[in-house]
């Protein structure tokens, strides 16, 4: 089960779209049963979360939480997804993406990680982007890591 935690009430999210999709996809990944929290929050927020748990004190697009649960507990709670929809905003512009592809990629992104999936090192990354862009191209989104064409003539 995915909820959307819409702590900002960001009125452009599609918020049931959004929870289909990633109830598709952790289906699709073996992880139907699931619980997963997507929160979508505002950049003051996002930047205190990422100073406490990363050390870095900027907002980012998507933290990822696992839950931690001890495999003693029968419950199947990967985790929660937090997600600047600022920052994804703000990204969407310069990249040239439409904002709601965008935050749909970071949800995914975010949830691969709740799923062991990281970009540490150069295999990892190009692991999760693969995968990454197969999720992306069956719900009819674009491979995100393709630049733009220039408009150089």
Not at 114 to 135: F, P
């Amino acid at each position: 089960m995915v909820v959307i935690q819409n702590s900002i009430h960001d009125s452009s999210v599609n918020e049931h779209g959004l929870s289909n999709t990633l109830q598709t996809v952790i289906k699709e990944l073996g992880k139907g049963e699931s619980e997963l929290l997507i929160r979508l929050v505002n950049e003051v927020e996002m930047q205190n979360l990422n100073k406490v748990y990363r050390h870095q004190d900027k907002p980012t697009n998507v933290l990822s939480f696992p839950s931690g649960l001890p495999i003693e507990i029968d419950e199947v709670i990967l985790g929660d997804v937090v997600i600047c929809t600022q920052v994804v905003l703000k990204e969407s512009i310069e990249q040239r993406k439409s904002f709601n592809d965008h935050l749909t990629h970071m949800a995914i992104h975010g949830t691969l990680h709740l799923l062991g999936y990281d970009h540490i090192d150069t295999k990892d990354a190009q692991q999760m982007e693969s995968l990454e862009t197969k999720i992306l191209a069956k719900i009819g989104i674009n491979n995100p890591f393709n630049k733009p064409a220039s408009n150089l003539a």
